[in-house]
């Protein structure tokens, strides 16, 4: 075992230019990290000292931190359960559905079967303009307000004194073993409780749940904890694989919770993998294409990363991924298909430098489980050696 602790940190969307296959997504010329900084000439010197902005061009640094590449995605889709599920070594060819024109009428009929309630909405947008425009009629006539973020999810909002939040809870259980038929295949179902009054209704983010499915398959995850590995979810990395292959879940709202609940768990002694989700960059700034708040977050996680550095031990390896890209940028609200960035830290390294690109993002669980002895996932190739 050369990492006792292994930290996995995934900026959700955070993607590095388009891959060799974007022009199927419609995605060509998208690259979230190289417009980000163009629009904001971003200011992240520790970013910078650890290669993150050398995964643009794949420049050579003779000063860098850090090892760093790209990694190319071979599944499916573009969306967070893809992403993850390869970066712990499912190859998964059928992609989740998506309704950027709304939801068939099976599946609104099938929802208003099983709760007992009438649904609203019934589009793309994001939660905050969904709730602003329909949060009151929500609250006269007891209905759901039923909606998609243009990922493969089904959104149930409801104002906590209409519908209890356990009672919201319990109709996207319904949801969920509704919405598993193979013809529809959503990703996740997602509560969305809010409070508030009309002009002023606010989304109750500690109150957010995902339900999504299980993972078709075995991961890296799976293979740590039967050989009694500890694997720590942050954020939400539980949600994504339904619980399975996690032993401790932390819980976390946005970006600087889920920074500063993992800054604590590296003050703990454990012997596994921690994975953290940074799902700000995605949810409040890609969706909306709110580029200048694209921006500040970054330079926010900029600002935590030599505290992060610090706290590692000699035998700890933190990587730094994402799971597809979103640029701000670009046309639509969607996810773009996008490389990348991998940036994999250690204060042991002696020879940090650019690594060759990732033919899968496969290739950082396959990494991992080399570094545990642990089964080898089914697809990617590990780099444990290359680390010196």
């Known amino acids: 075992m050369k990492f006792k602790r292994i930290f996995l940190m995934v900026l959700d969307s955070l993607g590095v230019g388009e891959t060799v296959d974007a022009i199927n997504f419609q995605d060509n010329g998208a690259n979230t990290l190289k417009h980000v900084n163009e629009k904001c000439d971003l200011f992240i010197p520790n970013l910078k000292k650890i290669g993150f902005l050398d995964t643009i061009n794949m420049n050579d640094d003779e000063n860098v931190e850090a090892y760093y590449t790209i990694a190319k995605p071979?599944?499916?889709g573009k969306d967070t359960l893809n992403g993850h599920y390869?970066?712990?070594?499912?190859?998964?060819?059928?992609?989740?559905?998506?309704?950027n024109n709304g939801f068939v009428f099976e599946i609104l009929n099938g929802i208003e079967l099983?709760?007992?309630r009438k649904v609203i909405g019934n589009k793309c947008c994001n939660d905050n303009s969904i709730i602003a425009e329909l949060g009151e009629r929500q609250i006269n006539y007891g209905s759901l307000i039923i909606y998609t973020s243009a990922d493969s999810d089904l959104q149930v909002a409801a104002h906590e004194d209409s519908i209890p939040i356990s009672t919201l809870y319990q109709y996207c259980e319904k949801?969920?073993?509704?919405?598993l038929e193979e013809d529809w295949r959503i990703g996740r179902i997602i509560a969305r409780p809010f409070t508030g009054t009309p002009g002023k209704y606010k989304l109750i983010n500690s109150g957010r749940r995902d339900y999504a499915i299980k993972p078709p398959k075995r991961t890296v995850l799976d293979s740590l904890l039967e050989n009694n590995y500890n694997v720590i979810g942050i954020g939400k990395i539980n949600d994504i694989f339904d619980g399975q292959g996690i032993n401790k879940n932390i819980k976390a709202t946005n970006n600087m919770e889920a920074i500063n609940k993992l800054t604590d768990i590296m003050d703990k002694n454990f012997t596994g993998l921690c994975m953290v989700n940074l799902a700000d960059f995605?949810?409040?700034?890609g969706h909306t294409r709110d580029v200048l708040g694209y921006g500040r977050a970054i330079e926010e996680l900029d600002v935590e990363?030599?505290?992060?550095l610090n706290k590692l031990e000699l035998d700890d390896l933190l990587i730094i991924t994402a799971d597809h890209g979103n640029d701000p940028t670009f046309k639509g609200n969607d996810h773009t298909r996008e490389n990348v960035p991998i940036i994999m830290y250690s204060r042991n390294f002696k020879e940090p430098k650019r690594l060759k690109p990732f033919e899968t993002l496969a290739n950082i669980g396959a990494t991992?489980?080399?570094?545990?002895?642990?089964e080898a996932p089914e697809i990617g190739e590990s780099i444990l050696e290359e680390l010196i």
Do not use: C, H
């Open 74 to 76: 071979i599944n499916a």
């Open 86 to 99: 390869e970066m712990v070594g499912i190859k998964n060819d059928i992609p989740f559905k998506t309704f």
């Open 114 to 116: 099983v709760t007992g």
């Open 175 to 179: 949801i969920r073993a509704l919405t």
């Open 282 to 285: 995605d949810s409040l700034y």
């Open 305 to 308: 990363i030599p505290i992060i």
């Open 368 to 374: 991992i489980a080399d570094n545990f002895d642990v």
